[in-house]
């Protein structure tokens, strides 16, 4: 059984549409998260989510709108798509919040590409 | 602030020689650090994470990393390198407890492996 999984895997699009990626974990962990890898392949938050609730925006452009209905699923919204965008959107899931050693445990990642 | 840098964007190694994957942190508070590796188009899966509790740690497929407070360094190490090793290798320092639990990455060390 995949533990984080999202979909898509991939995602083609035109600039200014409105698209979703899917998240979801069966490890009964409590914290959620979004990240973002660049064309160099950097790393970086995005979002994270406690319980359901949004505990951190990265000064992430509000075009981008998290979702997370339940504990085990933490959905990303992105409206009105541009060319910036482009990247590889990696879910993640951990069983702690505050700053311990908890491992995070990482989706296969959305590669988005935007024409 | 926390982070960490990796030195060397690209290391190449012969099948059989040593590995040696640099990463030095900078925290206000004793660290909590971890190395990733990703394969081509796929997720983050954890290697070894520093918790403390020893200064060597030792991870999956004969990696280990040592904590060396006094240089503030966390190099991975693996005595014989495999071609299967070539990958990307992401070093990652958590962030503060009012920080969401996310993980600071480096920029990324990829991995050759010549035969």
């Known amino acids: 059984d995949t533990a984080v999984s999202q979909t898509p895997k991939y995602l083609v699009t035109q600039m200014g549409n409105d698209k979703s990626i899917k998240c979801e974990q069966n490890?009964?962990?409590?914290?959620m998260y979004w990240y973002k890898q660049d064309s160099k392949k950097f790393l970086k938050i995005m979002f994270s989510?406690?319980?359901?609730?949004?505990?951190i925006n990265e000064t992430v452009p509000n075009r981008f709108s998290p979702k997370s209905p339940d504990k085990a699923h933490l959905n990303l919204h992105i409206n009105s798509l541009e060319l910036g965008d482009s990247a590889v959107y990696f879910c993640?899931?951990?069983?702690?919040?505050?700053?311990?050693?908890?491992?995070?445990?990482f989706g296969p990642g959305t590669r988005l590409t935007v024409l | 602030a926390q982070s960490v840098t990796q030195l060397g964007s690209h290391v190449s190694v012969s099948e059989g020689a040593l590995v040696l994957l640099r990463c030095n942190y900078s925290?206000?508070?004793?660290?909590?650090l971890f190395w990733y590796v990703q394969y081509p188009n796929q997720g983050l899966q954890l290697l070894l994470k520093?918790?403390?509790?020893?200064?060597l740690v030792k991870g999956i497929n004969g990696f280990e990393a040592e904590f060396k407070k006094s240089e503030t360094s966390f190099h991975l190490t693996k005595p014989s390198a495999h071609m299967s090793d070539a990958a990307e290798y992401f070093c990652?320092?958590?962030?503060?407890?009012?920080?969401?639990?996310?993980?600071?990455f480096g920029q990324g060390t990829e991995l050759s492996v010549k035969p």
């Open positions: 993640a899931s951990s069983k702690g919040l505050a700053g311990g050693p908890d491992t995070q445990y």
């Open positions: 490890l009964g962990h409590d914290t």
């Open positions: 989510y406690n319980n359901k609730e949004l505990i």
């Open positions: 925290s206000s508070v004793p660290p909590y």
């Open positions: 520093y918790t403390s509790a020893a200064t």
């Open positions: 990652a320092v958590r962030g503060l407890k009012n920080q969401g639990g996310k993980l600071i």
